[in-house]
């Protein structure tokens, strides 16, 4: 599902999401003021909160890399693709959450190529 990040944390009514609702080719449903995504899974029609399939995403990259690997995964660095005008906000949530982070887990925020830990 691409752009489903972009909803996280907004409202349905957002101009953003209204904008990006005419673009995506999923459908895009209001559950409680919060965008969701309604699709036919399994022969059922489901509405999902975005960070439902984010979860499904990252669940599924880890038994990938599991399964390329041969062994169970326990640390994981997952990079995060920062356009230049959004680097400073993406720092200062980085530097919040790096605070309540447990000890084994690492964040690295990529803007172009530079790579910050």
Do not use: W
């Amino acid at each position: 599902m691409c752009s489903i990040k972009r909803l996280i944390g907004r409202s349905y009514s957002d101009k953003t999401v209204q904008h990006d609702k005419k673009l995506l080719p999923y459908e895009i449903v209001s559950e409680k003021g919060k965008p969701n995504v309604r699709v036919d899974y399994m022969g059922q029609r489901k509405v999902f909160s975005p960070e439902e399939v984010s979860a499904v995403i990252l669940t599924k990259m880890k038994e990938t890399a599991e399964g390329f690997l041969g062994r169970s995964l326990v640390n994981a660095v997952v990079t995060v693709g920062t356009p230049a005008h959004r680097q400073r906000p993406v720092l200062g949530l980085r530097g919040q959450l790096s605070l309540k982070a447990r000890s084994d887990a690492h964040t690295v925020v990529r803007t172009g190529s530079r790579l910050l830990q």
